[in-house]
């Protein structure tokens, strides 16, 4: 989507062909107070929205787990915590290197993962999808990287289905979390997060898309309400 230049107050998302560039120098910009700021913008419930991520997997201890665009690892650590043996992708160099404690690191895009074919056992991705320029694409990278029968957990923003919540979370994240953002750490960065969720498929939408580069067994589930909501999938047996 186009920026307005003609507009007031511009759409804080980028044309499309800048979106790669744009949100890795944003990422790079926020990674230093990430955490902080995505504990105060959930109230702490990312915590248990990160652990029923990895839980999903359904993976015995020991599995070797791509966290795709793992940020600054809380899901690497989440997935440690349970067992796991995590390797962290991520295409903000900014993130990474706020990175700790999480195991090896990828510097990759999502869209041209540097890992063989059917080379790890699962693939977690959290609040992510609405950030990669060809989602399609990306799909069929974790596709290709996971192994047959393995497993994703692709956890996101919702949309509560509750219209009281629904407009209380509406103001929160759409108001409010930009404001926030401002004071502790970007205020431009935390105008596109809210508005990207725009880029993301509706759920009939990207249960299409998983099935078409090749998982099988989609199901989707809400976290809290609604407020964030969790993929998961199971690597078919054949290529897409």
């Known amino acids: 989507m186009p920026t307005d230049h003609h ?3 511009p759409s804080p998302l980028p044309p499309l062909e800048e979106k790669t560039e744009v949100v890795r120098s944003m990422f790079d910009a926020i990674a230093p107070r990430y955490e902080l700021v995505n504990r105060v913008m959930t109230f702490g419930l990312d915590a248990s929205w990160r652990r029923r991520t990895v839980s999903s997997l359904g993976l015995p201890p020991g ?3 791509l966290d795709l665009a793992c940020g600054t690892g809380d899901l ?3 997935a440690a915590a349970h067992g796991l043996r995590p390797i ?3 295409l903000s160099f900014g993130m990474l290197s706020a990175s700790h404690d999480t195991g090896p690191l990828v510097h990759a895009d999502a869209a041209a993962l540097p890992l063989a074919d059917a080379s790890v056992d699962g693939l977690l ?3 992510a999808l609405r950030n990669f320029t060809d989602l399609p694409r990306c799909l069929g990278e974790m596709a290709r990287v996971v192994r047959p029968g393995g497993r994703i957990s692709l956890l996101e923003v919702g949309a509560p289905e509750s219209t009281l919540i629904g ?3 509406r103001l929160w994240f759409e108001r409010i979390v930009p404001v926030i953002g401002g004071l502790l750490s970007d205020r431009a960065a935390y105008r596109y997060l809210p508005a990207s969720t725009a880029y993301l498929p509706e759920p009939a939408a990207l249960r299409n898309m998983l099935l078409a580069a090749g998982f099988s067994g989609v199901n989707h589930h809400h976290l809290s309400g609604g407020l964030s909501q969790l993929i998961t999938a199971t690597r078919g047996s054949h290529a897409a």
Do not use: M
């Open 88 to 90: 962290g992708a991520d």
């Open 63 to 65: 599995s070797l787990v």
């Open 7 to 9: 507009s007031a107050d």
């Open 167 to 169: 407009l209380g979370y």
């Open 76 to 78: 690497s650590r989440t």
């Open 125 to 127: 991705c959290g609040y």
